[in-house]
């Protein structure tokens, strides 16, 4: 379950939980509700998506707070911020977190992932102990997702 993702703002639907304290609200009503894991976002002061490693945090401490066995999923994703700042999140060391293995044209952006970059996640992830869940846009993201594991880079089975 997401409760939101990296592009709706309170002004397209004043439902969407923004702040942390939403965040956690919204997870524990949707884990009251059966929900057994739930994949993050972060948003900045002004509502824009974010890798805010501080963020990260005091969102997922309150969760394991009022969710204490839901699986912690972030969201490792690229609207508008550098590869560094992408798996910034990851020392946190949440249950899993998004991988996307390659790039995608969207209408008006590319979202990139280069080879490069998604190995150097996937590796993150490993040193961490964080399970990828591997977003698969085209076949080409799946031949890629082989050739993490047959690298190394990723622990089988996957989680696609």
């Known amino acids: 379950m997401a409760i939101t993702g990296s592009v709706p ?20 009503e949707a884990y009251d509700a059966g929900a057994t894991l ?8 002004d509502e824009r998506s974010s890798s805010d490693r501080h963020r990260f945090a005091e969102l997922q401490d309150g969760i394991r707070k009022h969710c204490p066995d839901i699986i912690i999923q972030f969201s490792t994703g690229g609207r508008g911020r550098s590869f560094e700042q992408r798996g910034a999140m ?16 969207f209408p008006t952006i590319v979202y990139e992932n280069p080879p490069d970059f998604v190995r150097s ?11 990828p869940e591997i977003e698969i846009f085209d076949l080409a993201m799946l031949y890629s997702t082989v050739d993490l594991v047959n690298q190394g880079l990723l622990k089988s089975p996957v989680h696609v």
């Open 121 to 131: 996640l996937a590796q993150t992830m490993l040193d961490h102990d964080v399970k």
């Open 9 to 28: 703002k309170k002004k397209d639907n004043p439902a969407v939980p923004i702040t942390i304290a939403e965040q956690i609200e919204s997870t524990h």
């Open 90 to 105: 990851l020392d946190l060391k949440p249950d899993m977190a998004s991988l996307a293995t390659g790039s995608v044209n």
């Open 38 to 45: 739930v994949h993050l976002h972060v948003r900045d002061e």
